[in-house]
């Protein structure tokens, strides 16, 4: 027979692997993103955040026995078959606000400021400019969940998808590499049946004594896999730079204590890396000027059908993205430095104080991933938005897209090996041939048919 415990509660350190964003609602005029912040400075993850997340990946078992189990947990809607409607059982888990271990300071918050770019032009919008206050890499933070009442079974369950967690990601942008973590320290305190008993007829404490949960069984689940993953190798075939803004912003800061600005590039733990969210821009951008090149579209309403078209893949206000994206890592490092100085226009000498030095790397390549949701692939719906994703996948292949900053002074050129299935793929032949192995209700031939079809069907003003 199952154990059966009570007052449980089970305790962990949550510590981010990449920078965190958790919007506290609130946006100023100057579109400033803030983390959630409490009344004694400190940085904390809402329990329904953290409540959620674990709900979601319940969905996503494979196990449906296993699922039961856990949605009685954290809650599941229930068919009248009488009266015909739903209703909601509310779940047991109860989720504390995680809060950060150290009050704020530059040691746990960076903000780093964002901008979106022209498609046609790739420079900045006007009036896109906005800031975000995220939470550094390595920050912890001191987790707690707690129940009245679980089987040994139920609890053992909870343990494993606690260990499974970090697959999902918290907060802000986790389409784009963010809001990463991983838990450790994973302690359980409760009290036993039979401790209880033992209370209620011994004792004359006023609360059970809770122990330490030792003997309990990690009950390892299973979720399914809703993604493609493919596995990128970004190979630079030209100088490549990611300006660190931050740091710039702290240096043009204090600027009259500076000889000469150094403009470094963006790593994290001192390896140089792509940004998830920058990758997603560029592809972005290329998927307009797809877009605009098939349709043959320009002026202002051209640009809100190619947002709207392109909404199932990368997402919008009503929807969410359809892949998600890592930073993409450098491998095999040099560092180098590099002078620039700028022209004046009009006398053409060198302008005075514009002289500063770039500190890029050479790499042999950036790693990293790109997830497509399998719903996304096998629903015919969007097999219009997969072609024009499909097409991204081989420019990337051919290397028409670029990255980076300084891509008019010829930086930021790239090509990509892409692994599909484990399978190593070079060039847009061998991708395709692949892919329509893998994808028989998808193939390249159908996604461009739906695609040309589409074509047809726009209109423009």
Known sequence: MSEIFYNISIKATLTTTSPMLLGDGQTGD??????????????????????????????????????????????????????????FIAGKVRFLDATSTQEISEQIEETITRNSIDPITRTAKEHHLFTQHQIKVGTQFTLELQLERATQVQLEQLLGLLVIWPQQALGRNTNN??????????????????ELQQWLTESSEALAPTKEVNDLLCNFVQTKD???????????????FSTDHQDKQRQLANKATEDKLLIRSICQNGIPIILGS???????????????????????NANQLAEEFLAPIFGDEKQSSKFKVSHFSAQNKRQLEQNFIAVDRFTGAVK???????????VSSYLGNLEIERSF???????????????????LLEGEIKLGAFQAKGFGCIKANIALNQKPITNWQDFCNHWNNSFPDATI?????????????????
């Open 278 to 300: 920058s990758f997603r821009g560029a592809l972005k951008a290329q998927a307009k000027r797809i877009f605009h090149t098939l349709t043959n579209s320009f002026g202002d």
């Open 352 to 362: 005075n104080g514009a002289n500063y030095n770039l500190q890029r790397y050479e």
């Open 226 to 240: 809703d993604f493609v993953t493919l596995a990128l190798d970004l190979v630079p075939y030209s100088p490549f």
């Open 445 to 461: 031939p159908q996604l461009e048919a739906a695609l040309q079809q589409t074509n047809k069907e726009v209109h423009y003003d």
């Open 377 to 395: 692939i096998n629903q015919s719906q969007y097999h219009p938005q997969l072609a024009i994703l499909i097409l991204l996948l081989r420019d």
């Open 30 to 87: 100057s579109y400033d993103l803030k983390s959630c912040i409490d009344n004694q400075n400190r940085f904390y993850i809402p329990g329904a955040t953290l409540k959620g997340s674990l709900a979601n990946l319940v969905q996503r078992l494979e196990d449906d026995s296993e699922k039961d189990e856990l949605q009685h947990l954290f809650g599941q809607e229930k068919q009248n078959r009488i009266r015909g409607s739903k209703t």
């Open 177 to 194: 590499g963010q809001g990463q973590f991983e838990l450790s320290d994973i302690q359980t305190f409760a009290t036993k049946s039979s």
